[in-house]
Structure formats: C-alpha cells, structure tokens
C-alpha cells in the first residue's frame, strides 16, 4: 500500500460503501473503501484496511450504505439530439433521418449546441455516465467543436467530442436522400477542419477529438480512409456508423460489390482504434474479419428497438474477439443513459438466442466500463489501485431497489439508477444529486428554450403533438 504521506496530491478516501470494482481478484467488497490521489485510485480494499493506512491523512468521505462502481463510459451518443427528443417517434432510419434529424440538424446554431452540451452532460452524469463518446455533426466549424469540448470537460464529464463529417456528397448519399445541406466540404477541406480542430485542442486531455466519417453507406472512400489515417497519425480513435440498417448494407453492396466491414478490411482501416457505431448487419465472414483486426463495435440496444433496425450478433463478435462496448446513441432515439442501455442489452440478447443463458449482469457491466476503457483509449472502467478515478455511488437502499441480494444484478435491472455521487478524474462532479458546477435549473431552462425555438426554426412544429391516437384505440368509446 502506497505511503499517504508520500502521495504528491492530498488523498480522499471515501468509505463505508459496498464497492462492485470489476477487478476479478475482489469483484465485490461489502463495506470497502477508495483512496484517491489527484487524478488516479490510490487503493481500494476493505474500509478497516483502508482506514488504518490513510484515516490520518484522507479527507474522509463516509459513503456507508451506498453501492459504488466505476462510471459508465458511454460509447456512441449525440448530445445535440436533446434538442429533438420525444419528436420523430414512428419511423424507421431512412425516414427519421430523412424528414427529422438531418432537417434539425441543419438548423443547429453554435448556442444551440452549446446549451444542450450542457443540459445533455448533465443528465448522463445523473446517470451514472462519466464518459461520453459524442458524435457532433451540427454545426461542425472548429471553433465550435473546440467550444463543445471545453463545455464536456466543464460540465466535469470524460470524453470525445467526435467531430461529424460528411464531405462531398456521393452517389451513396443520393441513394439515401440525404441533405444536401450537410455535404458542403471536400475530403481535404474535411481532414483541413478536423486537424484544425486537433490543432487548437490537442489529443491527451480529460476531453479528446476525434473524426467521424458519419456512416459508410453515404461517404466518399476517400474520406473514410483519410480520417482512418489521421487518426492513425495522432494516436487517437475514429469512429463511424455502420451496418445499421439492413437497407444500408444493400446501398453499399450495390455500390461497392462488398459489403461494408470486408471493404474496411480491404482498405487497411479495421485496427482498434476504429469503432463501428450500431453494427447489426454483419454476416459470418465481416464478424470473422472484424475479430481478426480487433475492431470495436458500439451497441445501441436501445435505439436500435426503436428504430426497429435489428439486433446485433453478441455472442458471434465477442466470440471472434472484437471489443464490443454499450452505447445510449443519444435521448432522441428513446434512449435514457447507459443503465437502460445495460438492460435492454441484457435482455435482447437473451431474446435473440431465446437462451436464457446469453447474457448476464456481468457482462453487461464489463460492457458499459471495461470494455467501454477499451474504446475509451483511457485507464478507467475499474476500481483498482493505479486506474484513473471515475466511480460512481447510488443509493439502493429506498423500496424501489430493495431486498438487493445480488448488487451486479440489481444494478442492471435498476433502469433508472439513484445516483448520489460521481467523481470523474478525481474531482466530484455530482455531490448529493446536484452539479459541483452548474446551476441545474438555469441549464434546464437554456435547453428547453433552445430547442423550442430550433424547432420552430426548422419548421419542425407539425411533429409536436398533444397525442397520437393509437391503431385501434378503445379511448373515444369508454
Ligand atoms: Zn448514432
């Protein structure tokens, strides 16, 4: 155990609480204890064994009676979404894009982005998230994606604003009717943006940026595989969507004469730095080829039900060895956060292979931190002597949540988490339920303001609706 008084920062050490660490030496301590030094875990052990060596010389923090885990890394999210959650509900990819998202987008203004970063940030944190991988495609200038990573770091989150990129339209883009509004740049005037961006904002701090070529279907080759490149170039990763529809899949075949994961393969670009958002439609040999290269995949179980798109092949790519992390894909897709996402993974897989055995607690929580560290590029995901401090507490002990006989399981089936507190990079970032930094009610009232005028901005007021009467509906006649 490291001497405290040899410790460069102060150290903390918060106490008392059961500690779920998914380090499989000690999976579970009941009644442990976290000393944290500046920004890393110091040690993490029994509370008395950790009382004895630090008591004298920790700020204590008593946390008895709460359920601690490592914060949850997001995968794939689109903050900027908030603006449009509840609308664009019944259709399917093409049309929610198409006649919602792309026209919303398009609309976006910088202080729009800006009030939602925070507004979204805060509600993952409440969520237990402390990592966000967060594809910002609207608007894309530099300054503003550079102003977006300073609000996730403020907000106290870890992360990655992912910068969306859309290049030059393509035969790909017409096939799928996408704005035209969106593909404004060439591939090297794309690459120029993002190395600006990477430039003024250089990769290694809390909050990274990285490119994100927005879907395979719709971008030109080339820019796919010069964002592969730089991101190569700066030691960072890239992310992409991919094989999320089944309809994609037959645009790219018919272009390409491959489909779309043995085509990266064929390019050179499928390393694990390159994460694949969605990933549903893969045949055996693309599953085989993403293994090969250690690819990671994202899965959205919740978006993806909405969207009614499909459901990813679990087992298959874990069993090839690709990493595969959990992902919300952001509030406008019927998603909450990443205890939701946790869940409905746990139990669409269960449904996929209708074995009851397909998945577990276990390693749906693997999925939303170790695995997520993995994509992450980042020391965290784990309460172990060493990693970076990201740990989140909840309160279990309300009727909702009890008897818990079994902490990993009643944490995944929790759906929504009773979150008290969340350190992030060692700072407490939520203390009691409430921001150590923002004002939750001016953030909330910023939101709701910005996407109320959005919408009406884009001209999106038809999707507002008091209430949709459901296929036969009994209402009227009861
Ligand atoms: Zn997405």
Not at 191 to 208: D, K, Q
Not at 217 to 243: F, K, N, R
């Amino acid at each position: 155990m490291t001497d405290p008084t040899q410790t460069p920062d102060p150290v903390t050490l918060y106490e008392g609480a059961d500690l779920l660490t998914l380090d499989p030496a000690q999976p579970l301590i009941r009644k442990g204890a976290i000393a944290v030094s500046g920004t890393h875990i110091l040690a993490v052990g029994p509370q008395a064994e950790l009382a004895k060596a630090y008591g004298d010389h920790a700020q204590r923090v008593d946390w008895s009676g709460r359920l601690v885990l490592p914060g949850l890394v997001d995968g794939h999210s689109h903050l900027f979404q908030s603006l449009g959650r509840t609308l664009g509900d019944g259709l399917s990819l093409l049309p929610w894009l198409e006649r919602f998202m792309l026209p919303l987008a398009a609309h976006v203004t910088r202080d729009d982005a800006i009030a939602i970063y925070r507004l979204a940030g805060l509600s993952a944190l409440m969520l237990g998230t402390t990592a966000v991988i967060d594809n910002h495609y609207a608007p894309v200038d530099p300054e503003t994606i550079v102003a977006l990573a300073h609000e996730m770091a403020g907000v106290g989150l870890r992360g990655v604003v992912a910068r969306g990129i859309f290049g030059p339209m393509v035969e790909g883009g017409r096939r799928m009717n996408c704005d035209p509004r969106l593909f404004r740049y060439s591939v090297a005037e794309e690459i120029a943006l993002t190395r600006a961006c990477l430039t003024e904002h250089p990769p290694g701090g809390l909050v990274e940026i990285w490119p994100m070529p927005e879907n395979v279907v719709y971008l030109d080759p080339d820019l796919m595989i010069a964002c592969a490149e730089l991101a190569t170039e700066q030691d960072i990763g890239w992310q992409i969507h991919c094989s999320e529809s089944k309809f994609e899949v037959e645009i790219f075949e018919s272009l390409y004469s491959l489909r779309p994961a043995i085509w990266m393969q064929a390019q050179g670009i499928l390393s694990d730095r390159t994460s694949l958002a969605h990933g549903i439609w893969f045949d055996d040999a693309e599953i085989e080829a993403l293994g090969a290269t250690g690819t990671q995949i994202v899965h959205n179980p919740v978006c993806n039900q909405y969207l009614a798109s499909g459901i990813l092949k679990l087992e298959p790519l874990l069993a090839a060895g690709a990493n595969v992390s959990l992902g919300s894909d952001g509030m406008a897709v019927g998603g909450s956060g990443m205890f939701e996402a946790m869940k409905a993974g746990f139990l669409l897989q269960r449904l996929r292979e209708l074995n009851p055995l397909a998945t577990s607690a276990e390693l749906m929580l693997e999925m939303a931190t170790l695995r997520g560290a993995k994509l992450l590029r980042r020391d965290v995901g784990q309460l172990q002597a060493g990693r970076l401090a990201d740990f989140v507490a909840l309160d279990m002990r309300g009727a909702v949540h009890q008897p818990m006989t079994r902490p990993a399981m009643a944490v995944v089936m929790a759906g929504l988490p009773p979150i008290t507190d969340v350190v992030i990079n060692g700072d407490v970032v939520i203390s009691a339920g409430r921001s150590t930094r923002l004002d939750h009610d001016k953030v909330i009232a910023d939101g709701v303001q910005a996407a109320s005028d959005l919408i009406d901005r884009a001209g999106l007021r038809d999707l507002v609706r008091d209430w949709i009467a459901p296929v036969r509906s009994v209402c009227a006649n009861f």
